[in-house]
């Protein structure tokens, strides 16, 4: 069966510093790869979206970027974090048309 | 840009009562998916429905996709205090697109 893991499982950040978040699937080849960012009570906002090993489409223009160096390895960074970056991120995986998501990471930028 | 709309975004019903929530697409949709996510917790793949008035359901979870494709509906008969969370839909343009969320709609059930 497929698993999705992320970490780390929460992240206090000061403001400024980089961030290097991790998401790794289990059990699948050449998945659909997906980073979402949810702020506090609010909705998914897609941030990035893979097909493939070094496909990325960004889908807001932003401080964050994102990399797939691996075929079920999907990282998300920032060379300096802003305060409007602390939220709940998700990494999600897609074998067709369904979404799994994995357990999120919680950051908090200060 | 193509939208999914999910009103309200709040919704509090008593222990045993039915709730119903609606979702429409500014466009047809392929396909429009279900998400539940409990507080604290990721978001859960419930359902897919494709074709067009296609009905499924999940114990006390009826799932209804539109005969235009472009709205879905979500019907629970009565809520439990497990039902509490929040409920999105979602949907691509064509198969190999992202998916577009609605902004989702938190369910709180008073018991």
């Known amino acids: 069966s497929q698993t999705i893991h992320q970490w780390p499982a929460t992240l206090v950040q000061p403001v400024g510093s980089p961030l290097s978040l991790e998401c790794t699937v289990e059990?699948?080849?050449?998945?659909?790869l997906y980073w979402y960012r949810q702020a506090a009570g609010r909705g998914l906002q897609l941030l990035f979206y893979s097909v493939g090993i070094g496909q990325i489409s960004s889908e807001v223009p932003q401080n964050l970027s994102a990399s797939r160096p691996q075929d079920r390895q999907f990282i998300l960074s920032s060379k300096k974090l802003l305060l409007s970056d602390s939220g709940f991120y998700l990494c999600a995986w897609s074998p067709q048309y369904e979404q799994y998501f994995g357990p999120g990471t919680r950051l908090t930028v200060t | 840009g193509q939208q999914v709309m999910q009103i309200p975004q709040y919704q509090h019903v008593q222990e045993g009562e039915d709730f119903t929530r609606y979702c429409n697409s500014s466009t047809t949709l392929s396909n429009t998916q279900w998400y539940k996510q409990r507080p604290g917790g990721h978001p859960v793949f419930l359902i897919q429905l494709v074709k067009s008035g296609e009905v499924k359901k999940q114990k006390r979870l009826t799932f209804q996709f539109g005969e235009a494709k472009k709205n879905s509906s979500l019907h629970i008969t009565a809520t439990q205090t497990t039902d509490v969370g929040t409920y999105f839909c979602?949907?691509?343009?064509?198969?190999?697109?992202?998916?577009?969320f609605g902004k989702g709609t938190r369910l709180s059930v008073i018991a």
């Open positions: 979602a949907g691509p343009l064509s198969g190999n697109t992202p998916l577009v």
């Open positions: 059990g699948t080849s050449n998945p659909n």
